[in-house]
C-alpha cells in the first residue's frame, strides 16, 4: 500500500511570515501619521496566472483575519483598536467597485491612516494576489457561481467562449477576453456590469439583480480560482526521473512497476499521476503545472515500503527537473538502528513537569528496517521509546496512538520503517509528570544508541539540577527564556535520570508569570490537556531554532547536519501550528491567544525557511 507522509510536505510559497496578534497597529502606529501612496495602477504588478484562492488562504488567516476576521466580517479580535472599520469582505457591495488591483496595491502598500501595514514588507508579489483572491472569494460561495456559470452557459458563451477567452463561435472581433489578466485585473464587477449594460443591454434584461450578481462572479473566476475549485490546472512542466537500487538485497521490482507523482498545495494533495517504470528504471511525468505554488513528490513501493524524492517546484523559468528515488533491501534486525540526535526540553508548571523530547533515529546500515514482532502490538514495531509510567497526556507530533504508535506498558513503539541515512526519521513525544512537592527524579531509558544528546531544563530561581550522565554546558536565554543546558555524545542504550530541586509545587506561583509589580499575571490555570499543549506549542520551535543558530555560529554543525536539522523544526512547527488550530476549534484556545501564538509559531517559520534556502546544502 501506497503512502505519503505530510510530514515531508511543505510549499515555500504558503508558509508566510506572520506579526504578532496588534503588529498591524503596532507598526502603523510607529510610523508617525505617515499615510501610504494613493492607488496607482502602474504599481500593480499583474499575475502570471490566475491566483489561486485556496492557496492564500493561509496568508490570509495569518496576515489579514486578525483585523478583517477568519470569514470576512470585520470583526477580527484587533478590529476595535483601528480608527475604521476594516473592509467586510464578505459583504459584496463592499468589493463591488474594488477592482483585484486595488485590493492588491492596497495590501501591498498598506494604508497607514487606517493602521494597515504595507505588506510589501513581509509577503511577495505572488503571496500577496493569492490572499487577495482568497479575500475575493469570501462575499460570494460555489452555489452563487454555478448559477452564473448556467446563465452564462445559455446567455454569454456563444461570444465569449465556454472558457471565457472570447473564442466562442458567435465571437466578433472585439468581444472581450475574460482571461486576459492585463485587462481583468483592473475592472471591478461594477465596471463590467457598465460594459455589460452599454454592449448589449438586452441580455439579461429581464434577470434579478441577484442573477446578474451571480453571472458576473461566474466571469470573475475565469481570471482566479476560487477556493472551492481545484487549483491545479496542467502546464508545461515535465518531471523525469530514475530509481536507482541500494546494496544487495534490495529488491529488483517495483510493486506494479507503477511511479506516483503527487502535487500538493501547502498540505492539501491537489492532483496524483501514476506512470509505468521503463525497463532501463526511468519514469517521466509531463504536461504538470509549472506554478511555483505546487510541490511535487515521487514515490514508489517495493517490499511494502514506500520510497520518495526529494521535494520539488517547477516554475516558467525551470520547467523541468530530474528526480531521484532510491530504493534498498529490508531486514527485521534493528541492530544498525542509532539515535543520531536527542533533544529533551523540560519545563516546570505548578505541581507537575512538561516534558518535551525530539528523537533523530537514523539507521547506519544498507537496508530498511521494517519492524520486529513484540507482544501487544498486532504490526511489526520499528523505533522504540521508553516513557514514564506515571507520564499523563502524551502527544505525538506525527502521528496517533493505535494507527503509527503504539503504547504498551511504559515503552512506546513507532511502526513506521526506519531507511538507511541520518536521521531518517522524527520522533518528536510530549507529555506531563505529576509530582507532589518541589522535587522529582525523572528516570528514562533509550534503546538504541545515542550520538548525541541536549537536555534543556527551563531555569527557575531555586532550581537545581544534577544529572550524573551527562555534562553541565551552560546557562542560556533562548527565546527570551532562561535554560540550563546539558549534553553529552557517544550515549550507550541505558537509562538518564534528571534530578530536579526547587520545582513549583501544586498550586504555587509561577515567578515567571508575575509582573514587576509582584502581581500574578494569570491566577487560573487551564487544565492539564490543554495547559500542556500550550507550555510546548511554541517552546519546541523555539528552542531549537536557537540551537541550531548557536551551532551555527560556533561552527560546530555540519552544512548537512544543520539542514537536517532544520527540516526536523519545520516539521515540528507545522504539526504544532495544525494542533493549536484543532485546539482553537474545539474551543480549548480563544481568538486571541490562538492567533498570538499562532504568529509566533508562523514567524519562527519564516526564520527556518530562510535558513534552509540559503543553507549550503540546499545550493548543492
Known sequence: MRTSSIVLLFLMTVLLPVNTLLAPVAYAQDQGGRESPPYDPAQVTVPLTPPLAAAGRSTYLASCAPCHGELGMGDGPTAAALPVPPTVFADPTAVWELSPAMLFHTTKFGRLQNMMPPWQNQLNDGEIW???????????????????????????????????????????????????????????????????????????????????????????????????????RPGEGVITGTVTFGEEGAPTEIQDGLVFLDAYLGFDPVATFTTTLEVDDTFTFENLSVSPDFAYLVTVVADGVSYSSQLMQLSADQPAVAANVKIYGVTESPESIRINRLHWILDSQPGALVVAQIYLFGNSGDRTFVGRSVEGVDVPVTAAIPVPADAQELTLENGTLGSRFW?????????????????????????????????????????????????????????????????????????????????????????????MQGLLERGGVDPRTVEASGEAIASIAPPMEVWVAWAMAAVVAAILLAMVGVALQRGTLSSVTARQDLLTLRDSMLNQIARIDDMHALGQMGDTEWLRRRAELKAQLLDVVRRLESSPAARQ
Open 407 to 499: 503504547r504498551v506498558g511504559d515503552m512506546l513503539y513507532d511502526t513506521m520503517p526506519v531507511m538507511p541515512g541520518d536521521s531518517t526519521q522524527q520522533v518528536i513525544v510530549q507529555y506531563a509528570l505529576p509530582y507532589n512537592g518541589t522535587s522529582y527524579d525523572m528516570k528514562q531509558g533509550f534503546e538504541f544508541p545515542v550520538d548525541s544528546m541536549s537536555l534543556l531544563v527551563n531555569n527557575l530561581p531555586d532550581l537545581r539540577v544534577d544529572v550524573p550522565a551527562m555534562t553541565f554546558d551552560s546557562i542560556q536565554n533562548l527565546q527570551g527564556n532562561e535554560y540550563q543546558v546539558w549534553r553529552q555524545t557517544d550515549l550507550a542504550p541505558g537509562q538518564v535520570e534528571v534530578k
Open 130 to 232: 493569492n490572499a487577495v483572491a482568497y479575500a475575493w472569494s469570501l462575499h460570494t460561495n460555489q452555489d452563487a457561481v454555478n448559477a452564473g456559470q448556467a446563465l452564462y452557459a445559455e446567455s454569454c458563451a456563444g461570444c465569449h467562449g465556454e472558457d471565457g477567452a472570447g473564442d466562442g463561435p458567435d465571437a466578433t472581433a472585439d468581444v472581450n477576453d475574460f482571461t486576459d489578466l492585463e485587462s481583468t485585473t483592473f475592472r471591478s464587477q461594477a465596471d463590467w456590469l457598465a460594459g455589460w449594460q452599454d454592449a448589449h443591454a438586452d441580455i439579461g434584461a429581464d434577470w434579478s439583480k441577484e442573477q446578474k450578481d451571480n453571472t458576473l462572479e461566474y466571469v470573475r473566476s475565469f481570471s482566479y480560482n476560487p477556493s472551492w475549485v481545484s487549483p491545479y
